[in-house]
């Protein structure tokens, strides 16, 4: 999936758009980056790490991971020190009003993989 085809699917914005080309075809849904550090091994640069933690921990768990698309769920936005850090470590950042549980379902169904 295109990083559109995610926005439009799950009513979601741009907070930070670096590369809205890449092609997304896995998923990993966690608020603990804890699980994502230990659980994602492979496709980071294919995940979209969807989480409801909304702060500077979960943008360098997806740098760590090379992941470069973050979907935070339930309307929540990045402050402008997170956005800026986010910029800088050129990962995409998307909100969407939507929970976690119904963005996963949304996702999964038009075609996204588990990690």
Same mark, same amino acid.
């Given at each position: 999936m295109k990083l559109? &085809? #995610? #926005? !439009?699917? %799950?009513? /979601? +914005?741009? $907070? %930070? =758009? =670096? @590369?809205? +080309? =890449? !092609? #997304?075809?896995? /998923?990993? *849904? *966690? @608020? $603990?980056? *804890? &699980?994502?550090l230990a659980l994602i091994q492979q496709y980071s640069e294919e995940t979209v790490l969807i989480?409801? $933690?909304?702060n500077s921990q979960s943008i360098r768990t997806a740098d760590m991971l090379d992941i470069h698309t973050i979907l935070i769920v339930r309307g929540k936005k990045y402050n402008e020190e997170e956005i800026a850090l986010a910029k800088e470590m050129k990962i995409n950042v998307m909100t969407t009003p939507l929970t976690m549980f119904e963005t996963c379902g949304i996702l999964h169904a038009k075609g996204l993989k588990s990690v």
């Open positions: 559109n &085809d #995610i #926005i !439009e699917a %799950v009513h /979601g +914005e741009w $907070l %930070v =758009c =670096c @590369d809205n +080309e =890449c !092609e #997304i075809n896995y /998923g990993f *849904s *966690s @608020d $603990l980056m *804890s &699980d994502a989480t409801g $933690l909304c």
